[in-house]
């Protein structure tokens, strides 16, 4: 019987060092990945605010307001804007912006990106090459300025059926039609 007693004091005794000695360390290990995982959500919360405040200080700041107060509301393509009336065209980017005027462009791409062709019926009173079965995965442009530099203004970017995207096909069109007055100085 006395065997079993100091089985069990030392057990306890045991217990009580290991909780004595344990429970710091893990108050310790708890505490340190605590301020760990914070200083990491710090961290990315601040890229955050910072990646915000300059998307705002774009909006907020005044030359770019005053550039975008010379367009039309119907001038805006994607983020950014055209006009062959005014011959300038305010490229938008996040938070980057240029302005140009007509005779710094000197060429411009139509981007047109589709698949799955199935009918062949045209949209009457457009000059795509859409098609009623197409899908629609990019539609753009992309233009060169004389300095050698090369923007794209990206209008859709998806995959959007082309018997629903007739409204987006005119206005893309209307789009490739203000490049084609700037750079060439007549419609086609």
């Given at each position: ?83 062959s ?43 795509t ?31 959007g ?14 789009l ?13």
């Open positions: 019987m006395g065997i079993i007693l100091v089985w069990i004091l030392t057990v306890i005794i045991f217990g009580a060092i290991l909780l004595v000695v344990l429970t710091p360390l893990l108050y310790i290990v708890l505490f340190v990945g605590a301020l760990i995982v914070s200083v990491f959500t710090d961290k990315q919360t601040s890229k955050r605010k910072k990646q915000k405040a300059k998307v705002r200080e774009v909006k907020e700041d005044q030359s770019f307001e005053a550039v975008k107060k010379q367009f039309g509301w119907t001038d805006k393509y994607g983020d950014s804007y055209v006009s009336k005014i011959g300038k065209v305010l490229w938008v980017e996040g938070s980057r912006w240029k302005l140009f005027n007509n005779n710094e462009i000197t060429g411009y791409s139509v981007v047109e990106r589709k698949h799955g062709e199935t009918a062949y019926n045209r949209l009457e009173g457009d000059n090459d859409f098609r009623l079965g197409d899908t629609i995965e990019r539609m753009g442009i992309i233009f060169t300025v004389s300095n050698g530099g090369s923007y794209e203004i990206l209008e859709f970017e998806g995959n059926k082309v018997s629903k995207m007739e409204s987006d096909i005119k206005r893309h069109n209307n490739v039609r203000e490049f084609d007055q700037m750079v060439n100085g007549k419609i086609n």
